[in-house]
């Protein structure tokens, strides 16, 4: 699954994630991280037996998880379906279907937010 | 065989044969060329790509009292008024006045925001006549409240395309889309078989006076386009480099949005997403083979946009069938493709402009006079002083430092010459990497002692052959304060600051538009 990790300020520093990992045996992926002194944020992919323990414990731990289910979102209403996003996207997840229209994998995408910038009618939007 | 009365006289009555050019290649494929002549009279197109050379007349009507609009702004986009009295022409490029919204609400937004019927800001500045007192001006109008809004494209429809990779180790962003470094990515904008004027390559049915589709209401072609050229290498009749261009005219008020788009090009400003579509009569069993063309008949070729020149490299030829497939090869790399225009946009405007004259709502003309299919060619604009080129200018020999130099040595050359950075050249002279003083603090920080642990490795370069401006370009995209000279083999021949460069080409750069 994937899901956003927020850290307060006080734990940035500690070994949580290392431990998580180690005692729930869990894949544990970080698709993008922004940390600093006032606490960071973490796009992360988590998969194995385990996977929903080590959500329970990082929680006890005091980080905030927030499964999620979309990375970007495209409007609909904007897109023209002109397909510019599709080349651009570092991990494949943008697709042309056979009616030539264009869908993003949400499960693919890891939110680097490329297409974002680059489409010419600014249709798609990184979820926070 | 047929001509175009016969052809309405079959739209009244509900029975002519209209088929799109997608579906074109299978009739001629199944039942041969003959019997879809015969068969098929009506053949329909369509394009939805971002059509740069587009735009609109407005009329906005006399204020009491008057007003003789010199500097007129809808949505703080400039149009211009420089015709009459409250005529002004919105074009599509157009950046924001605002540089911080530049490209991303500029003339092509402004269009598609009247053609969705909201309101949009006027703001006029005049000098004042005796007949036009008024001097400033502000309100609100709306496509509804305007006498005239026509949309006049001096250039759209362009007959085949030019496909874009990029060869350079940075990211470029272009009017072709984002352009991935080291051949990353190809961008392609043709919807190739459905293209309008690769359907009918010679102009055998179309000229001024041709009834179309454009922006989902009927508009007219009146003329061939600007840049509008014969003389290209031609594959199954079809040039295989941008060629033909047509100029079109439409009525704003019955156009629908759905067909009509505002967009920016990343880092390059903003366009006018077009939707158009020609009907072509099936006059004779020739026209009909051409509007059988498939993907794969239609040769087109790639150029590496890495080289800001008018003549650019060509990479390889290819089709569109190759195009679609999503990926195409390059140097045996496998690389992404992406169209740029929309091809399921295009599917629906020849969709919908075959049911309109299905309905018997839409009839055929015949153009008066035909666009010319020879003898045009694009002549270049020549400037008056040729543009410098980086050997022509005189550069100070550069301070050289070694990769073996020691770290405090370039500290003191640095601060000796009083200068910011030094090209670091091996022994044959050639450049191996640039040190900054900010290196070299970095590697007094870290204890770090010789020059070639702290020298920065990728060096951005101006080479001998390169003008000037596009070096100007650089300096002011990477905010650098100069960079090395360096011949075919990367010997170091100088350095250029960016002093150099004002001092040559002078301070004139237009900051509007960019991001
Ligand atoms: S670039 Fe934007 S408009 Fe074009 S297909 Fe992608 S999301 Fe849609
Ligand atoms: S945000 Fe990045 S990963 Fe997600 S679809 Fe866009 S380009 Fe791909």
Same mark, same amino acid.
């Given at each position: 699954m994937k899901a956003r990790l927020r850290f307060s300020p006080s734990i940035v520093s500690k070994t949580i994630i290392s431990d998580t990992i180690r005692i729930f045996d869990i894949n544990f992926n970080i698709l993008r991280a922004d940390i600093s002194p006032k606490g960071g944020n973490m796009l992360v992919e988590i998969s194995g037996k385990q996977a929903n323990d080590s959500i329970l414990h990082m929680e006890e731990q005091g980080i905030q998880v927030f499964p999620i289910k979309k990375v970007v979102k495209q409007d609909e209403e904007k897109c023209?379906? +002109?397909? *510019?996003c599709v080349s651009l996207c570092p991990v494949n997840a943008i697709s042309i279907k056979d009616d030539w229209a264009v869908e993003i994998d949400n499960q693919t +995408?890891?939110? +680097?937010?490329f297409c974002t910038f680059s489409c010419p009618t600014k249709a798609i939007n990184v979820m926070e | 065989m047929k001509t175009i009365d016969e052809i309405n006289d079959k739209i009244k009555n509900g029975d002519a044969v209209v088929v799109n050019a997608a579906e074109m290649v299978n009739i001629v494929a199944e039942n041969g060329l003959k019997e879809a002549a015969e068969e098929v009279d009506v053949v329909t197109t369509g394009t939805f790509g971002a059509m740069c050379s587009s735009g609109a007349f407005l009329n906005f009507g006399h204020s009491d009292p008057p007003i003789k609009m010199n500097k007129t702004f809808l949505n703080n986009v400039e149009v211009y &008024?420089?015709? *009459? *009295?409250?005529d002004a022409y919105l074009g599509a490029t157009q950046p924001n006045e605002n540089p911080e919204i530049g490209s991303s609400y500029g003339g092509a937004h402004v269009i598609e925001d009247l053609i969705r019927g909201k309101e949009v800001e006027l703001k006029v500045e005049a000098y004042g006549?005796?007949?036009?007192? /008024? #001097?400033k001006l502000e309100t609100n109008i709306s496509l509804e409240k305007l006498n005239q809004a026509s949309m006049v494209? !001096?250039?759209?429809?362009?007959?085949n395309y030019a496909v874009a990779v990029n060869s350079t180790d940075e990211t470029l962003y272009t009017y072709m889309g984002t352009l991935l470094p080291n051949f990353g990515n190809v961008t392609y904008s043709s919807a190739g078989a459905l293209s309008p004027l690769i359907n009918d390559p010679y102009f055998?049915?179309?000229? /001024?006076?041709t009834r179309i589709f454009l922006c989902g209401a009927q508009g007219y072609i009146i003329g061939e386009g600007t840049q509008h050229a014969t003389e290209a290498d031609r594959v199954n009749g079809v040039p295989v480099t941008p060629s033909g261009t047509l100029m079109l005219k439409g009525d704003m008020k019955k156009?629908? !949005?759905?067909f009509v788009r505002g967009a920016a090009m990343p880092k390059y400003g903003p366009t006018l997403y077009v939707g158009a579509g020609i009907p072509i009569p099936i006059l004779n069993e020739d026209i009909a083979s051409r509007t059988a063309i498939s993907d794969q008949e239609i040769t087109c070729r790639i150029i590496?946009?890495?080289? !800001?020149?008018?003549s650019r490299p060509i990479i390889r030829e290819t089709n569109y069938a190759e195009l679609k497939t999503g990926k195409i090869e390059i140097d045996n790399m496998e690389i992404p493709t992406s169209p740029l225009s929309s091809i399921k946009k295009a599917e629906e405007v020849a969709e919908l402009l075959k049911k309109w004259i299905q309905d018997g709502e839409f009839y055929l003309s015949s153009p008066i006079? #035909?666009? !010319? &299919? #020879?003898?045009c060619t694009v002549k270049p604009l020549e400037i008056k002083k040729p543009s410098l080129l980086v050997k022509n200018i005189e550069s100070k020999p550069a301070i050289i430092v070694h990769p073996s130099d020691e770290v405090k040595n370039v500290a003191s050359k640095l601060v000796e010459n009083n200068i910011n950075h030094l090209p670091v050249v091996d022994n044959k002279g050639k450049l191996k990497g640039i040190v900054t003083s900010w290196d070299v603090a970095d590697a007094v920080a870290k204890g770090k002692t010789l020059l070639k642990d702290v020298m920065t490795k990728k060096v951005i370069i101006a080479r001998e052959n390169e003008p000037v401006d596009v070096i100007a370009r650089r300096i002011d995209k990477y905010n650098i304060s100069g960079l090395p000279i360096v011949d075919e083999e990367d010997n170091l021949k100088g350095m250029i600051t960016a002093e150099d460069i004002s001092r040559l080409i002078g301070e004139n750069q237009n900051k509007k538009g960019g991001e």
């Open positions: 023209i379906d +002109c397909g *510019a +995408c890891i939110g +680097c937010g | &008024s420089g015709l *009459a *009295a409250v006549t005796d007949c036009y007192p /008024l #001097k494209n !001096p250039r759209n429809c362009y007959q055998q049915t179309i000229g /001024l006076g156009m629908d !949005p759905e590496d946009y890495g080289v !800001p020149r008018r006079y #035909k666009i !010319p &299919s #020879k003898g």
